[in-house]
C-alpha cells in the first residue's frame, strides 16, 4: 500500500459571508479505505465533499488526491467521481450507455468502452444487461449501475452523498452490506457522507463525526461507540441515556456523581479533569442496563435502583423498555435481553436496575 494518502484535506475552510460551514478540518484517508462523514444536518459534511469534489473553492486550506494539491484543478480534471443521492441516471440510455458515458466523454474507442462496460457490470454482480433500459432495474441495481458508471473512469477517490437516503428500510440495509463488498473488490478508497449512524458504523473503516464545521472525533465504529472524546459524539453515535449531575468527589479518573433529584451515580471522567462541583453530562448505553427481579443481584454494581415498566418496544432482537425510575422519576432506556427471561415485563411491573461505573461516561457540561 502507497504510504502517500489517497486524500489528505490540511487546515481546510469553507465561509459563507459571516457563516463559516467548514472550520480547519484537517484529515487523511489512507488508499483503499472506506472513510465516512457522520453528522447531522447542516454541519458541513456536504460542504466539505463538495470542496474535495471541486464544486466549491475552500476559503482558505489545501486539498491533495494522490499528494498533489487540487485547488487550481476542475471538478472534470480531478481523479473523483461521485454517486449522488437521486443517482443521475440518464432514463433514455441503456444501462451500457449510462456506464460507458464517462467514458464517451473521454473520447475512448467504441470497441474499448464496450469490453470496460461489460467488465465493470460484470464486477457489480450485472453482467450481460448493457442492452436493457434504466427502467427495468430494481432500486439497488439502479445503485449500482451508479457505481459501475463512476468505477469504469478507474477514479482514486469515490464521493457518495447520502446515496441510500432514497432507498426503502429494507433495501437500504441490504445495500450496506453491498456497498461495502463493492468498495473491498475495487479497492478505491471510499468518501462516504451520510447523517445515518448505522450506515457508517456497519460500512466504514475510519468515521469522521462532524459537528458545527469541525471533526469532534476521528475513529472506527468500536473507538467511537465505545471511546467517545465529547458529549457530542457520545449522544450521536449510538442511543444513549442522558443525565444531567455534579462532580462529588474525583479520583483516578473515576467520578463520584450526585443528580440534581440526590441519586448518587459513579463513572469513567472521559472528559479528562473533572473536578468537584463539576456540572457533568453522564451517557449510559440501554444494553449496558443490567435487569433483575431481586436487587441483592445488583446491588454490586456501583450504579442501581429500581423503576416502573413504563413502556415496552417491541422490535424483535432490539426490543427495549422504558423504566421510570423510582428515586428521581428520570426515564430510563434498557435493552431487554436476548435470553427471553424478561419476556414477561409489562407495562407497570417492578423490576430493578443496575450497571457498572465503567459503563458510565461522564463529560463536562457543555451550555447552560
Known sequence: MSSTPDLECRAISKSFKEFKAVRDVSFSVPQGTFFSILGPSGCGKTTLLRMIAGFQEPTSGDLL????????????????SMVFQHLALFPMMSIGANVGFGLRQRGVNKADIKKQVEAVLERVGLGGTSDR????????????????????????????????????????????????????????????ITHDQSEALVMSDQIAVMNHGVFEQVGTAKELYY????????????????????????KNGIVNL????????????????????????????????????NAKDITKMGNTGKGTVENVLFNGANSQLILRDATNGAPLNVA???????????????????????????FEHQGA
Not at 471511546?227 to 462529588?248: L, S, W
Not at 479533569?273 to 443490567?290: H, Y
Open 227 to 250: 471511546e467517545p472524546k465529547t458529549a457530542f459524539v457520545a449522544g450521536f453515535v449510538g442511543e444513549a441515556n442522558r443525565f444531567h449531575a455534579t462532580v462529588d468527589s474525583a
Open 65 to 80: 488526491i494522490k499528494g498533489r494539491s487540487m485547488l487550481d484543478v476542475a471538478p472534470n480534471r480531478r481523479p473523483v
Open 133 to 192: 433500459a434504466v427502467s427495468s432495474l430494481s432500486g439497488g441495481q439502479k445503485q449500482r449501475v451508479a457505481i459501475a458508471r463512476c468505477m469504469v473512469l478507474e477514479p482514486d477517490v469515490l464521493l457518495l452523498d447520502e446515496p441510500l437516503g432514497a432507498l426503502d428500510l429494507k433495501l437500504r440495509e441490504h445495500m450496506k452490506i453491498e456497498l461495502k463488498q463493492l468498495q473491498s473488490e475495487f479497492n478505491t478508497t471510499f468518501v462516504y
Open 258 to 293: 450526585k443528580t440534581p433529584e440526590g441519586k448518587t451515580l459513579s463513572g469513567l471522567d472521559l472528559g479528562r479533569g473533572l473536578t468537584n462541583g463539576s456540572k457533568v453530562d453522564v451517557f449510559v448505553r440501554p444494553e449496558a442496563v443490567r435487569l433483575s427481579r
Open 336 to 362: 431487554l435481553p436476548q435470553t427471553g427471561e424478561f419476556r414477561d415485563l409489562v407495562v407497570g411491573d417492578n423490576v430493578h436496575f443496575g450497571w457498572e461505573p465503567e459503563q458510565t461516561r461522564c
